[in-house]
């Protein structure tokens, strides 16, 4: 119990030491820390923080948004006029042959 007391209250002074811009030093002598003390616990929960953070590892999976759905055209037909006729996926096969039919009869 003594020993987690201990290194709760130490954890909490070098958070402190490290917001207060004073050297571990002056910090330990203010709190009346042996300084070697100081330095042990600053080395020490410096070394499980970096444990902690190299453990976790890199996420396998990103986040994908997926952008709305566009209809593409699936085949071009150029005519010889130079128009363009864009046939979806979803077209049937009345509609474009009506279409040709129309594009070839003469105005």
Do not use: N
């Not at 699936?74 to 042959?97: C, F, Q, T, Y």
Request: aromatic share 8%.
């Amino acid at each position: 119990m003594i020993k987690k007391r201990t290194s709760v209250r130490m954890a909490r002074l070098v958070r402190q030491w490290r917001q207060s811009g004073e050297s571990q030093a002056s910090f330990a002598r203010h709190h009346q820390i042996p300084t070697w003390t100081f330095w042990y616990w600053c080395r020490k929960l410096a070394a499980e923080a970096k444990l902690t953070r190299d453990d976790v590892p890199a996420p396998t999976f990103v986040p994908v948004r997926m952008a709305a759905d566009t209809p593409a055209p699936v085949i071009e037909i150029v005519l010889s006029g130079g128009e363009r006729l864009h046939i979806r996926a979803e077209a049937s096969a009345d509609l474009v042959r009506a279409v040709m039919t129309a594009l070839r009869a003469r105005c």
